[in-house]
């Protein structure tokens, strides 16, 4: 884990090493993770219901109509304004988001005001999942090694919700996201395939 100053290889913190090669980069849609990181439906919804209540309240006390809607105008300004910032904040963070798979490792950009690289080489990840929703995109949490300690807090909301101990470090809202999982699983399988033969060759020597 390292701050980010500049990218040789675009989403990569320096020139890969030879016979590592990038199989897939992409980021979150910026759409699902505005809905399932920063919940802009469910305070979208928040504020409706405060408009219908504020609007029966007024009517029950026999407000004119006009009265009621300018009551709860700033009911609906504050909320259009709480709902557009949560937008553009997802907005903002998938398009400084990049997730890349090598042969390798997974790397994870991540970031607004402070980006910073994420390298989880094959080696420290013990399994991968997928999660994955109506809209085509999902989630792929990565459980790592225990001596791996990424911040939540740091790499938050590319990390899995409530697992705190350990963190996994997670693939978020990416489109098209059973294929990448495949991609990975893969992967995983092959690096892991090598491991052997390599431990194999060196007990032979």
């Known amino acids: 884990m390292k701050e980010y100053d500049f990218e040789p290889v675009r989403g990569l913190p320096e020139q890969l ?7 897939w980069q992409g980021a979150p849609s910026w759409t699902a993770l505005a809905q399932r990181a920063f919940h802009v439906r469910t305070v979208g919804l928040y504020f409706a219901l405060l408009v219908v209540w504020r609007l029966a309240v007024d009517w029950s006390s026999d407000s004119s109509v006009a009265s009621a809607l300018l009551g709860v105008l700033w009911i609906i300004i504050l909320g259009a304004v709480a709902v557009g910032a949560l ?3 997802g907005w903002a963070m998938s398009r400084a988001t990049i997730y890349t798979i090598t042969n390798q490792r997974v790397v994870m950009r991540v970031g607004v005001a402070i980006q910073m690289i994420m390298n989880l080489p094959f080696k420290q990840i013990r ?9 085509g995109t999902g ?7 225990e001596t791996a300690h990424p911040s939540y807090i740091i790499f938050w909301p590319h990390v899995r919700p409530w697992h705190f101990s350990p963190p996994q470090p997670m693939l978020r809202t990416i489109p098209d996201a059973e ?11 092959a690096y ?13 020597e």
């Open 17 to 23: 090493p030879a016979g590592e090669e990038v199989l």
């Open 87 to 89: 937008a553009l904040l």
């Open 127 to 135: 399994a991968a999942d997928l999660k994955r929703y109506a809209d």
């Open 139 to 145: 989630d792929i949490p990565l459980l790592l090694a």
């Open 179 to 189: 294929n990448v999982a495949a991609l990975l699983a893969d992967a995983l399988k």
């Open 192 to 204: 892991a395939a090598e491991q052997v033969t390599n431990t194999a060759a060196d007990t032979a």
